[in-house]
Structure formats: structure tokens, C-alpha cells
């Protein structure tokens, strides 16, 4: 992926209101490491190009796992992506179950990039009811709430720092990055252990 197709992608981010309080809208990657140093990181990205980003000494490294999706309780917060389903609901396609210390990361509802039509909801589960293959969701979040049916069967995923040994050839990675100094340059990475791929 080209600089100037980078930026053109975080152009549109922030047409689409996605940017945060930095000088470039972030651009969300997702793909397989090709080679890694402590400097630099070269992904192929799902698009099949490859770009090469900056490691700063400061971001943020996370590794991603699969838990049990009991481990979606009234209370906890979450993150699910998902697309309009039935009766005005929406369907997730993966759901994040964030540690207690990273309650209220990315609180709200705002478009998300997973596929067409996707939205990212991230809010407290206030009501929780069991169906046939799935479970039916009410999330709140500050502005409001959302009803969100998650399918038996989609990724449930948590969060727990990140090994450096896992940022290496083949491993799956999501990235948010944004260009810094005229360079593409990660502020998350999230990595999966084994070719788990972060579903987000």
C-alpha cells in the first residue's frame, strides 16, 4: 500500500467521522505479519498489499484470544461488531469482552470497516436474554443503547498484554495506525497467538 493511499484511506475515515484528536485520521489494517524487527513491521494486508509501518516506543500491544461466550454476563463491557439484522436489531459477527481495567474504551456506536455495513457498539451489557442459538443483547452506552443478538458461534475474544515473540512471520494481526512525520507508524497492534486471526 502506497503513502498516498494510506492517507487517501485515512481521508475518508475522517469524512466518515472515525478520525481521533491527532493530525491524521487512523486507518485500520488487518492482515498477515510478513517480517517484523524492533523498528518496523511489514503486513499483508487482506487486500493482498503489502506496507511497511513504523513500531514508535510507545503504542499499544495487546494479544487477542478466544474465551467461552459465557463469559458475556449483564455488566460486562463489551465490543461487537455487527451488521443490520432482524426487527431492528443487529447482528454481531465477533464480540470483545474487555477486561475490567479497559471499561469504557471506545464507548458508543460509530461505523466500523469489518465489511459493508458494519457498526462497532461498545457498552455495558444491561439485559441479557437466551434464545435458540443465540443470545439477544441490550447495550448502553452514554448516548444511548443498542439491541444487539450475538449467534452461537461467533468469535468471543478478550485481551491481555502482548509477547513480543508473537509479532513475527505469519502471525494475524489487527492494526490502527496513522501517518506520522510522512510515515505510516502503528499506535495498536493486536496479534493472535498460532494464526488465531483478531476477528475485529
Known amino acids: 500500500m502506497s503513502f498516498l493511499r494510506f492517507t487517501a484511506i485515512g481521508a475518508m475515515l475522517m469524512a466518515g467521522s472515525l478520525a481521533l484528536a491527532q493530525t491524521a485520521a487512523p486507518v485500520r489494517l488487518r492482515g498477515t505479519i510478513e517480517k517484523a524487527d524492533a523498528a518496523s513491521v511489514t503486513v499483508r494486508e487482506r487486500s493482498g498489499e503489502v506496507i511497511t509501518l513504523a513500531l514508535p516506543a510507545k503504542y499499544t500491544f495487546q494479544e487477542v484470544y478466544p474465551i467461552d461466550i459465557a463469559a458475556i454476563q449483564p455488566n460486562a463491557f463489551i465490543g461487537t461488531?455487527?451488521?443490520?439484522?432482524?426487527d431492528g436489531a443487529l447482528e454481531a459477527l465477533e464480540v470483545v469482552v474487555f477486561p475490567e481495567a479497559a471499561r469504557g474504551t471506545?464507548?458508543?456506536h460509530y461505523p466500523w470497516d469489518l465489511k459493508a455495513d458494519t457498526s462497532m457498539t461498545n457498552a455495558t451489557v444491561?439485559?441479557?436474554?437466551?434464545q435458540a442459538g443465540s443470545r439477544r443483547l441490550t447495550l448502553r452506552y452514554k448516548d444511548g443503547e443498542k439491541t444487539v443478538v450475538v449467534p452461537d458461534g461467533v468469535p468471543v475474544v478478550t485481551f491481555r498484554p502482548g509477547e513480543a515473540a508473537l509479532v513475527r512471520p505469519g502471525a494475524r494481526v489487527f492494526i490502527v495506525a496513522a501517518e506520522?512525520?510522512?510515515q505510516p507508524t502503528v499506535s495498536r497492534l493486536v496479534v493472535g497467538r498460532d494464526g488465531f486471526a483478531p476477528p475485529m
Open 106 to 108: 471506545g464507548e458508543g
Open 180 to 182: 506520522v512525520g510522512g
Open 126 to 130: 444491561a439485559d441479557l436474554v437466551r
Open 81 to 86: 461488531a455487527a451488521v443490520p439484522g432482524r
